[in-house]
T-cell receptor
Framework: GAVVSQHPSRVICKSGTSVKIECRSL??????MFWYRQFPKQSLMLMAT?????????EQGVEKDKFLINHASLTLSTLTVTSAHPEDSSFYIC???????????FGEGSWLTVV | AQSVSQHNHHVILSEAASLELGCNYS??????LFWYVQYPGQHLQLLLK??????LVKGIKGFEAEFIKSKFSFNLRKPSVQWSDTAEYFC????????????FGKGTSLLVTP
């Protein structure tokens, strides 16, 4: 079946550095991808909607200059956490919409730890 | 404001017991409704979804959910749980014709004991 893959699954970075997380749709083209953040024992919070070939739409309270989203192709969206701080440590999950099946698939998630 | 509420945060059941997890939403207009499951160490998987039609929706692994419009509810049920159903369950909603982003409830952690 359709699969959405995230990479890396776990990453540790130093404060002040930037880290990029990739989200790929493996067997379908995704014009729309979504980035969520999940804190331990809490729900997924939508960060932004990523549209292929255009700027991402950010949710209120999400800093667009800190969480850079690029959706340059129909199978790849990237989330770059810039100037990372320890409070950015979290579980980041992407999802992608398969229009042909009218279904949304989720990636495996990426654990980010900022030290 | 739009919101999704899951009433039970932690549920512990014995195998073969029946399960019902509550989900209520606060949305104006027509909605699409989803239940996702997250098994330990795995990614979110779709259990079932409701877009329109029969309000009783059957999903994978013996799960079903009933959309009751008058109660703004979409409760998840399973007649007899198994140990392998131990997981986190999330109800999600999106407003139809307003994009495909999902608004998730806080989740319910289900532990099924042998």
């Amino acid at each position: 079946g359709a699969v959405v893959s995230q990479h890396p699954s776990r990453v540790i970075c130093k404060s002040g550095t930037s880290v990029k997380i990739e989200c790929r749709s493996l067997d379908f083209q995704a014009t729309t991808m979504f980035w969520y953040r999940q804190f331990p024992k809490q729900s997924l919070m939508l960060m932004a909607t990523s549209n292929e070939g255009s700027k991402a739409t950010y949710e209120q309270g999400v800093e667009k200059d800190k969480f850079l989203i690029n959706h340059a192709s129909l199978t790849l969206s990237t989330l770059t956490v810039t100037s990372a701080h320890p409070e950015d440590s979290s579980f980041y999950i992407c999802s992608a919409r398969d229009g042909s099946r009218n279904t949304i698939y989720f990636g495996e998630g990426s654990w980010l730890t900022v030290v | 404001a739009q919101s999704v509420s899951q009433h039970n945060h932690h549920v512990i059941l014995s195998e073969a017991a029946s399960l019902e997890l509550g989900c209520n939403y606060s949305y104006g207009g027509t909605v699409n409704l989803f239940w996702y499951v997250q098994y330990p160490g795995q990614h979110l998987q779709l259990l079932l979804k409701y877009f329109s039609g029969d309000p009783l929706v059957k999903g994978i692994k013996g799960f079903e959910a009933e959309f009751i419009k008058s109660k703004f509810s979409f409760n998840l049920r399973k007649p007899s749980v198994q140990w392998s159903d131990t997981a986190e369950y999330f109800c999600a909603v999106n407003a139809r014709n307003s994009g495909y982003a999902l608004n998730f409830g806080k989740g319910t952690s289900l532990l099924v004991t042998p």
